[in-house]
């Protein structure tokens, strides 16, 4: 009922800038918060970085000042700029979003399929 498809990942070299991108599609009533999130081998999936509806957003430390979350409302999308990438950035990258969709309507969390980030030093 709904489908979240993620571009943009790839190999880049450290120091390198990369810009996913994550467009949410089927039947959606409202989204809330939209966010990314990535995970490293042998890692558990960690928090890189959310935006509220109204425009709030939160970071993982180790991305502060590096990367960019942005959203376009109108075509249920959101992006990550991601800039000054560091080999320990390399991760399968996760967009999600929390809102309420399908039919019957159901408020739920969806999960993008993932695209990889490889940097290398």
């Known amino acids: 009922q709904v489908q979240l498809v993620e571009s943009g990942g790839g190999l880049v070299q450290a120091g390198g800038s990369l810009r996913l991108s994550c467009a949410a599609s089927?039947?959606?009533?409202?989204?809330?918060?939209m966010g990314w999130y990535r995970q490293a081998p042998g890692k558990q999936r960690e928090l890189v970085a959310v935006?509220?509806?109204?425009?709030?957003?939160n970071y993982a430390d180790s991305v502060k000042g590096r990367f960019t979350i942005s959203r376009d409302n109108a075509k249920n999308t959101v992006y990550l700029q991601m800039s000054s990438l560091k080999p320990e950035d390399t991760a399968d990258y996760y967009c999600?979003?929390?809102?309420?969709?399908?039919?019957?309507?159901?408020?739920?969390?969806?999960w993008g399929q993932g695209t990889q980030v490889t940097v290398s030093s």
């Open positions: 999600n979003f929390q809102g309420r969709v399908g039919f019957p309507p159901k408020t739920g969390d969806y």
């Open positions: 089927g039947i959606i009533y409202s989204i809330n918060t």
């Open positions: 935006m509220t509806s109204g425009g709030s957003t």
